[in-house]
């Protein structure tokens, strides 16, 4: 049953399902919208299990995508948020935060040699780089467990959900406007005939268009770092609970 097990796990269902059920939506609503009256409902219930098992086999389709098209964004933000995090020249904490965190770290990991200050990240900046990499993957590697480092998991779901959601633009775009025409169809041939608009119709034409503006205005990369420099914090913060 990895179907069920993977929507029952919380990572799995709101960072990979729910972008998928808000990408397929406006389709549904544009379908739903030509439904004649007195449809077998069992019928849809059938079909509604099947879509269901579908999303879910979907979501693995979007974290794909997702983590396809992530270096994409780390290029847009100049490097890994959580690797930033643990350095002095991101200025994403003060120096003497970020000290405090190399200090921590290297009582974890003695071989992780971080520099003692800006001056000496910039002296060698890829050695630097590469040692922030090594202390980002010993966190990341300590911090699994959901329960104790509560803060890190909300934060990773959400960046997980708007990277899935971000890098599923294009076909959510495509879907909206395909169930935007749907509706819209539906109910200009309503008019035309003399039939009372139907709610249905309506309602999608409605929901159909708000989803296509959210996708121009509110998914984009910008959107996304917000979550990603939330989780890179949390995460970066965690290493003095360990």
Not at 19 to 25: D, E, G, I, K, S
Not at 92 to 118: C, G, Q
Not at 162 to 183: E, T
């Amino acid at each position: 049953m990895p179907v069920v097990v993977n929507l029952l796990d919380q990572y799995e269902r709101r960072a990979r399902f729910y972008p998928v059920l808000f990408v397929l939506m406006p389709a549904a609503l544009g379908a739903a919208s030509w439904l004649p009256a007195g449809v077998d409902a069992p019928g849809l219930a059938g079909s509604a299990v099947v879509g269901i098992a579908l999303v879910a086999f979907l979501g693995q389709l979007a974290r794909d995508q997702g983590k396809g098209r992530e270096p994409e964004l780390f290029r847009r933000w100049g490097g890994k948020p959580s690797v930033r995090a643990l350095s002095y020249s991101a200025g994403v904490f003060d120096a003497a935060t970020v000290a405090r965190f190399h200090r921590k770290l290297r009582e974890l990991d003695p071989a992780l040699d971080f520099p003692e200050s800006a001056e000496q990240e910039a002296e060698n900046s890829g050695r630097a780089h590469s040692v922030y990499e090594s202390a980002n993957e010993l966190l990341l590697s300590r911090t699994r467990d959901r329960e104790k480092f509560r803060l890190v998991f909300e934060e990773n779901v959400n960046y997980g959900y708007r990277r899935n959601l971000w890098a599923m633009k294009s076909a959510g775009i495509l879907l909206a406007v395909s169930g935007l025409a749907a509706g819209i169809g539906r109910l200009v041939l309503e008019i035309v005939r003399g039939q009372p608009v139907t709610v249905t119709a309506a309602c999608a034409a409605g929901l159909c268009a708000a989803v296509v503006v959210l996708w121009i205005v509110r998914v984009r990369p910008e959107w996304v770092r917000v979550a990603a420099d939330a989780y890179a914090k949390q995460l970066a913060g965690a290493s003095q609970s360990l």
